[in-house]
């Protein structure tokens, strides 16, 4: 069968840009009617225009078959759904029949039929012609249906088969969709051009015909090959400037967008238009929860301007070229592309590379097929400034082929690929989730050397740039700052790529959204498919805020009485930003005022910012950078960057009256002390301020985050059994208030932990705890926290508190967090991650006040000085057992845990696990808090 076939297609006309042409063309995008068969060795007299269909069912094009209804999606990361015997596949092989009548309009003659995308498989016929078949699922192909068109009514018959050879060549880490996905179109378009524009004005361009105009550049009937050059303004991703041009050709005018830019490398530094370029980018795969890769123009829009939004400059198209209409809104709005190949074949690592098509002559035509039909297609984007072999396709001859024939079809873009580590077929050192201590190395250029010296030799010359890094898997990713700062220290080191943009969750009615495992598929990677920066509806994590914040294109520093204002930005100045300071006491503004920043930036002075006079608390200065007037990707006063400083503090109160000790009285087998209530036996807390309360207990576990549990740490954590601890009290003692002596550890160990609650009172309204803790035993690592769990009663609901905010953060996330005074609701705090996981950490607190209706007693919880909070309707054990938003179900009690410390989060999921200086060791501690009522 031409299933198990090594050509790419049959019948294909040679692949052309994606152009705007004013040719005739008929969208044939719609319902259709559709049939799936379990098997691909099925009939085609569906194929003749009379076949009777009207028992079909109808399924809209674009779109995923298994996403309305037939058959059901599946996910793997890096496993073959099937055996790996290349280029065969199953007989299990669901196969997709469809059938579109569509009238010719009068006097239509000739034509292509275009398909901009189809998974994995497909065969075309025209009024019961075969036309051809073809793959490479994220391309476009176009056969000749001019002489099988006929006036009136014409049947289109595709069928898709899900398998095929070329299902080796697409193991991309993602959900198996297949189907008609993206655009069909009948056009009469036959124009191809390729237009080359320099940032220094040089313009040409190769097309078989036509005449190309540019008129605000005064460009008239300019001819094919022949090189001019223009006062044209360059294009970069922060100023994408593009000019309307015009090809004129005997039959069509195409109308395209030209931007002059040049990419090159200049002693292992990538440049563009002359200047080094460092890219803060993300991988996006194209997915909607509803739609799968069938992704709505308003969602790729809404995409970009997310992506603009939050000081993103660059893309990588993992791991297949998206739709071209992708490609147009990073030209309009400005975004670095790099353009990666439909191409990955991660499933051979698991058979130790064997017969990998990669290295294997007979695929090396299918190979170079997506190679072209790629760059013919997205050649004119002056967003495209790299192209990419691929992904996790292993080494191989084939490589060479590839790269070869782009060098010589494309000498202005540099290749990448990441999988050959020798870098033998590329122009810039790429890696995947290198420790930050290698890419100091690599950025130094002292990395480990190559066994070939000239090999070696060559890649020292290129630039490095993470291809994928700081898996935003969950909680995290941890880490983000550090790479940051590595990046913008050494020039050689071009910047990366975060995997990556969205949790590909699907829309579930039980689970609301689903992930691998959840349609009964018996080979799947679980979550690992829930690991992006915004959530599937497209909500941003914390993970994006804080890539937002080390993005900044504005970076500040305070001196003595000044402010340095950093221009962070490649290729503008500040002109298009306004600079707002505020002051606040205790995250009361007090003081408000603009900054005159010189559009190249520099060094300011501040005016006298003493604390505001009769103002109590903490003052803060927080200096913001935002846009002045309206951009195309987000209005006048979106905010690009913040930073913040202490102010010197306001002069101390006057001391309050010296009062002695309070000390506990016996009531009916209790011990009450200021506004708490203790059992006499076991010093337990009762009630405080009247509320029903349980704990304070030493609490040293958390519900694993994915990195945690990828990374092995939670495994480690659950063998120590600190899921389980035991409380055993050893003593109570009365006097200048209460202690409480107690071991905390886990069964089947000797180690544990020393803790000394101490309660102290010197009036009715006030209560202090000392927490401390003495490690018992030799602990053989980081534990994922360190601090108290109580509970309260399901009426609290709200809470208000000053510290960091207004969202999560962990010792090595929450960059985004500032300081504040910050109110939500219990049910706010929590970060809802499709994959539950601890989550909504506030930290830095300094006090805290909790409430619920009008009448519920509230208190306030304080720090000396600080310390972590987090509130939840549901037990840690409760969170850590979920396994879909829907599974967490409130109880009838809050629970709350003031923390001392928490493990780092890290990337381990997929890369380096916390930075030591982030890992929570035991060790003597102490925790101090001051309870008052609300």
């Known amino acids: 069968m031409d299933l198990e076939t090594f050509a790419p297609g049959s019948g294909r006309l040679e692949p052309r840009a994606a152009l705007r042409s004013d040719a005739p063309a008929l969208d044939l995008n719609g319902l259709w009617r559709f049939r799936l068969s379990p098997v691909a060795d099925v009939p085609d007299d569906f194929a003749r225009p009379g076949f009777d269909d009207s028992a079909w069912a109808e399924l809209p094009v674009p779109a995923h078959w298994p996403l309305h209804g037939h058959g059901a999606p599946a996910y793997t990361n890096v496993s073959y759904p099937f055996p790996v015997d290349p280029p065969h596949v199953p007989d299990e092989n669901p196969t997709g029949d469809y059938r579109r009548a569509f009238d010719l309009p009068d006097g239509w003659s000739g034509g292509r039929l275009r398909f901009e995308g189809v998974d994995s498989f497909a065969r075309v016929w025209l009024n019961g012609h075969e036309l051809g078949f073809s793959t490479g699922s994220r391309l476009p192909v176009e056969f000749d249906a001019g002489p099988w068109l006929r006036p009136g009514r014409n049947v289109l018959a595709v069928r898709v088969h899900q398998w095929s050879a070329a299902s080796y060549l697409e193991d991309q880490d993602m959900w198996w969709l297949p189907g008609i996905f993206r655009d069909v179109t009948?056009?009469?378009?036959?124009?191809?051009?390729?237009?080359?524009?320099?940032?220094?004005?040089?313009?040409?361009?190769?097309?078989?015909?036509?005449?190309?105009?540019?008129?605000?550049l005064g460009v008239r009937d300019l001819e094919p090959?022949?090189?001019?050059?223009?006062?044209?303004?360059?294009?970069?991703?922060?100023?994408?400037?593009?000019?309307?041009?015009?090809?004129?050709?005997?039959?069509?005018?195409?109308?395209?967008?030209?931007?002059?830019?040049?990419?090159?490398?200049?002693?292992?530094?990538l440049l563009a238009n002359g200047r080094p370029l460092l890219l803060k980018g993300v991988n996006r795969h194209e997915f909607h929860p509803l739609h799968g890769r069938a992704v709505p123009y308003e969602t790729m829009r809404e995409d970009v301007l997310l992506m603009k939004r939050h000081n993103v400059n660059a893309v990588r198209t993992s791991h297949y070229p998206p739709h071209p209409d992708f490609l147009d809104l990073c030209d309009e709005l400005g975004l670095w592309v790099v353009d990666e190949c439909d191409l990955e074949t991660h499933g051979f690592g698991q058979v130790g590379w064997r017969r990998n098509p990669t290295d294997d002559p007979r695929w090396a035509e299918a190979l170079l097929d997506r190679m072209r039909r790629m760059v013919e297609r997205d050649k004119n984007h002056p967003s495209v400034i790299m192209w990419s072999l691929g992904n996790e396709a292993g080494v191989g001859r084939n490589l060479a082929v590839m790269a070869d024939?782009?060098?010589?079809?494309?000498?202005?873009?540099?290749?990448?690929?990441?999988?050959?580590?020798?870098?033998?077929?590329?122009?810039?050192?790429?890696?995947?989730?290198?420790?930050?201590?290698?890419?100091?190395?690599?950025?130094?250029?002292?990395?480990?050397?190559?066994?070939?010296p000239e090999l070696d030799a060559r890649r020292r010359a290129m630039p490095f740039l993470q291809c994928e890094y700081a898996h935003a898997m969950g909680n995290g990713p941890g880490g983000l700052a550090e790479y940051q700062e590595l990046f913008e220290r050494h020039p050689r080191l071009a910047g990366g790529f975060v995997w990556e943009w969205i949790d590909h969750g699907l829309a579930h009615p039980r689970h609301e959204y689903a992930y691998g495992g959840d349609y009964g598929e018996p080979l799947h990677d679980a979550n690992f498919?829930?690991?992006?920066?915004?959530?599937?509806?497209?909500?941003?994590?914390?993970?994006?805020?804080?890539?937002?914040?080390?993005?900044?294109?504005?970076?500040?520093?305070?001196?003595?009485?000044?402010?340095?204002?950093l221009n962070r930005y490649d290729f503008r100045d500040l002109a298009h930003l306004a600079f707002r300071a505020v002051v606040e006491a205790d995250g009361t503004p007090v003081a408000e005022f603009p900054l005159e920043v010189p559009p190249a930036g520099g060094e300011i002075e501040l005016p006298a910012l003493p604390p505001a006079e009769g103002t109590a608390g903490e003052h803060w200065l927080t200096v913001r950078a935002v846009l002045a007037t309206d951009q195309p990707w987000a209005p006048a006063g979106h905010e690009l960057a913040w930073t913040q400083t202490p102010l010197a503090p306001p002069a101390p109160p006057a001391p309050e009256p010296t009062r002695l000790p309070a000390t506990p009285e016996s009531r009916d087998g209790r011990l009450v002390l200021g506004g708490g209530e203790f059992d006499a036996r076991t010093g337990r807390l009762l009630s405080l301020f009247g509320l029903d309360v349980e704990g304070p207990r030493l609490d040293l576990y958390r519900a694993p985050t994915d990195n945690d549990r990828y990374g092995g740490l939670d495994r480690q954590w659950r063998g120590l059994g600190l899921r389980r601890l035991t409380h055993r009290v050893d003593g109570v003692e009365t006097g200048d208030g209460l202690t409480v002596r107690v071991r905390v550890a886990p069964a089947a160990t000797d180690l544990g932990m020393r803790v000394a609650y101490t309660w102290t009172a010197t009036s009715d309204d006030t209560l202090n705890l000392t927490v401390d803790v003495e490690p018992d035993g030799e602990w053989p690592g980081p534990i994922p926290r360190l601090g108290v769990h109580l509970t309260l009663p399901g009426e609290i609901a709200h809470v208000t508190w000053y510290g960091r905010g207004p969202g999560e953060a962990y010792p090595d996330t929450g960059m985004a967090a500032r300081v504040g005074r910050w109110t939500a609701t219990i049910d706010d705090l929590q970060t809802p991650y499709v994959y539950p996981q601890e989550n909504g950490h506030r930290a830095d607190v300094r006090w805290a006040e909790f409430g619920g209706p009008t009448g519920t007693p509230g208190f306030k919880v304080a720090g000396d000085p600080v310390f972590g909070l987090t509130a939840r309707r549901w037990s840690t054990a409760e969170l850590a057992a979920a396994r879909h938003r829907p599974d967490l179900v409130a109880?009838?009690?809050v629970h709350l845990h003031l923390d001392l410390a928490q493990q780092g989060i890290g990337t381990a999921t997929c890369g380096p696990g916390t930075l030591p200086r982030y890992d929570l060791h035991p060790a003597p501690a102490t925790l101090r808090l001051r309870f008052t009522p609300a």
Not at 194 to 200: E, I, K, N, P
């Open 186 to 216: 009948l056009t009469r378009s036959a124009a191809d051009v390729f237009v080359h524009a320099s940032h220094d004005g040089r313009l040409s361009f190769e097309a078989a015909e036509g005449r190309l105009s540019i008129p605000e």
């Open 225 to 269: 090959g022949v090189e001019i050059t223009v006062g044209a303004e360059p294009w970069t991703a922060e100023t994408p400037r593009l000019y309307e041009a015009v090809l004129t050709m005997p039959y069509e005018t195409v109308r395209l967008r030209v931007g002059f830019r040049t990419v090159s490398i200049q002693d292992g530094v």
């Open 405 to 452: 024939w782009t060098r010589e079809r494309d000498p202005s873009r540099p290749l990448h690929y990441e999988g050959d580590w020798s870098c033998a077929n590329t122009d810039v050192y790429s890696r995947m989730y290198a420790s930050h201590a290698e890419v100091e190395a690599i950025g130094r250029g002292e990395e480990d050397p190559l066994d070939d």
């Open 529 to 565: 498919v829930i690991d992006g920066l915004v959530f599937p509806d497209r909500t941003p994590s914390p993970g994006l805020l804080d890539l937002k914040k080390v993005f900044e294109p504005v970076r500040f520093e305070f001196g003595d009485g000044v402010l340095r204002v």
């Open 891 to 893: 109880g009838d009690r």
